[in-house]
């Protein structure tokens, strides 16, 4: 089956810097890659997602890219503010019928 | 309406009690998800009610019964729980269960197994 690695664990940067949380995945039928945030006690949410049509995907200080010959993709965070801070959870969806496989997650301090 | 609403927040059980969570959402969405956490930790897939039919993670333990009453209600029955069956349980759902696209998790219930 699919098998996610997400580095680092835990990341701290200086608030107005960049941060950058690296996946890889196994199954190179994964076509789906979405990442989401979860502050804590709140539920995981959706910020952004890319298909492997799509090489890179924005919205706002978020970015995505995704390298299927390498199969790994990154979420990349610009300007990051102390309300960044949380734990961000990549996940790959190999399809056919199968579900998302997550990655063990990355706990984001943006320090102030 | 993007939410999905699971009730109760928290709840604290002994080992033999019975007690049910449940889940329900209005977006129209096909396919509905229970979901384990434990802390810091991603979430852990337990069932998928898609279509109106369940499909079981075949690790989950018979202590845990899921039922779909209808396409927008998700409940999760517990019985005879152990105390490392205490976790954050979440409810998800989506449009479309064959790409898992938008996945919406509900707020979740805190579970304590005493």
């Known amino acids: 089956g699919e098998n996610v690695e997400q580095h680092p664990s835990t990341l701290s940067v200086q608030e107005g810097d960049s941060a950058v949380i690296k996946c890889t995945y196994s199954?190179?039928?994964?076509?789906?890659f979405p990442w989401y945030k979860q502050e804590l006690g709140k539920r995981p949410q959706l910020i952004i997602d890319?298909?492997?049509?799509?090489g890179e995907k924005k919205d706002q200080r978020i970015a995505v890219t995704l390298n299927k010959t390498a199969k790994h993709f990154s979420l990349h965070i610009t300007e990051t503010q102390p309300e960044d801070s949380a734990v961000y959870f990549c996940?790959?969806?190999?399809?056919?019928?199968?579900?998302?496989?997550f990655g063990s997650g990355t706990q984001l301090t943006v320090l102030p | 309406d993007t939410e999905v609403t699971q009730t109760p927040k928290h709840l604290v059980m002994g080992m033999t009690n019975k007690k049910s969570l449940k889940c329900e959402q209005h977006?129209?969405?096909?396919?509905m998800y229970w979901y384990k956490q434990k802390a810091k930790k991603p979430p852990e897939l337990m069932f998928v009610?898609?279509?109106?039919?369940?499909?079981i993670n075949e690790s989950v333990p018979s202590r845990f019964s899921p039922e779909c009453p209808n396409s927008s209600l998700l409940n999760l029955h517990l019985h005879a729980l152990q105390p490392e069956d205490s976790a954050l349980y979440l409810c998800?759902?989506?449009?479309?269960?064959?790409?898992?696209?938008?996945?919406?998790f509900g707020s979740g219930t805190q579970l304590s197994v005493l």
């Open positions: 998800a759902s989506s449009q479309d269960p064959r790409t898992n696209e938008k996945l919406f």
């Open positions: 199954d190179s039928a994964s076509n789906y």
């Open positions: 890319i298909r492997s049509n799509v």
């Open positions: 996940a790959a969806f190999p399809g056919s019928a199968r579900q998302l496989t």
């Open positions: 977006m129209g969405h096909r396919a």
């Open positions: 009610y898609s279509y109106e039919k369940l499909s």
